[in-house]
């Protein structure tokens, strides 16, 4: 995890997210994803460049 550059991890969870409708349409957990508590992963620990892309797009 630590090893994973933490700009391209931003840039996947960007896509991911901004694809989400998209993805939806053959995995539907992918529509209930929610911007406003996608960054709340206890007990798993965020990436930092995912918590990064989470912060900056934060309603």
Do not use: C, M, W
Request: charged share 25%.
């Amino acid at each position: 995890l630590e090893s994973t550059d933490a700009g391209l991890t931003e840039s996947v969870t960007r896509t991911v997210i901004r694809s989400r409708d998209r993805i939806g349409t053959k995995v539907h957990a992918a529509q209930k994803v929610d911007l406003r508590t996608a960054i709340f992963t206890n007990p798993l620990t965020l990436h930092e460049g995912a918590r990064r892309y989470y912060v900056s797009v934060k309603p």
